[in-house]
């Protein structure tokens, strides 16, 4: 059975750092694109960014909110993908999904599972 | 980008109705579109994707069709667990792009 577990979630004041982590289970996680999506309090989904597969190179595309603050990796070995995110801002308050792609074009893909979701809150 | 529009945006129903949503994207996607339910504090759920196919273990009252810029989803006789958003997501192009979502809520 496919599982997603984020965690790292928290409060930060803006400006600061904070890490997430997403762990996989039920699937040869290194065979399959990650994405990362978004939720704002009452709002609907965000794409956040993704990572391919290392057969596709394992290269990263981000929206253009988060590019340059956000990073997402991955670590096959453990199957846990990453999203680093710097230079937090209120308007980065949300929930934050991992989901495995199924298949993908470019940088889209659907998301077949999504993990349970980890709050962020950006606030001073 | 693409823009995903969704309607309507919330509709009233029954048990044992059938209810439809529209999608339409601001551009062709072929039959890159997909279809997300989500209750209330959960994570979104993968119906349909490819526009038309069921995604494993979703019950065969739902369904999807379109092509091109416009699409609908299907629930052909609803029931309580139903209850919920629905979003559709393009996935032709870079980057993917959310409607803002349709509720289903009871009547």
């Known amino acids: 059975e496919v599982h997603l577990e984020e965690s790292g979630g928290n409060l930060v004041k803006p400006g600061r750092s904070l890490r997430l982590s997403c762990t996989a289970s039920?699937?040869?996680?290194?065979?399959?694109?990650m994405t990362w999506f978004r939720q704002a309090p009452g709002k609907g989904l965000e794409w956040v960014g993704f990572?391919?597969?290392?057969?596709?190179?394992?290269?990263?595309e981000y929206a253009a909110s988060v590019k340059g603050r956000f990073t997402i990796s991955r670590d096959d070995s453990k199957s846990i993908a990453y999203l680093q995110m710097n230079s937090l801002k209120t308007e980065d308050t949300a929930v934050y999904y991992c989901?495995?792609?199924?298949?993908?074009?470019?940088?889209?893909?659907?998301?077949?599972?999504w993990g349970q979701g980890n709050l962020v809150t950006v606030s001073s | 980008d693409i823009q995903m529009t969704q309607s309507p945006s919330s509709v009233s129903a029954s048990v044992g109705d059938r209810v439809t949503i529209t999608c339409r994207a601001s551009?062709?996607?072929?039959?890159?579109l997909a279809w997300y339910q989500q209750k209330p504090g959960k994570a979104p759920k993968l119906l349909i994707y490819?526009?038309?196919t069921l995604h494993a273990g979703v019950p065969s009252r739902f369904s999807g069709s379109g092509s091109g810029t416009d699409f609908t989803l299907t629930i052909s006789s609803l029931q309580p667990e139903d209850f919920a958003i629905y979003y559709c997501?393009?996935?032709?192009?870079?980057?993917?792009?959310f409607g803002p979502g349709t509720k289903v809520d009871i009547k």
């Open positions: 989901t495995k792609g199924k298949y993908c074009r470019g940088g889209s893909c659907y998301a077949d599972y």
């Open positions: 039920g699937f040869t996680f290194g065979d399959y694109a």
């Open positions: 990572i391919r597969s290392k057969a596709f190179g394992g290269t990263t």
């Open positions: 551009q062709g996607i072929s039959s890159w």
């Open positions: 490819a526009a038309s």
């Open positions: 997501q393009q996935a032709n192009s870079f980057p993917p792009t």
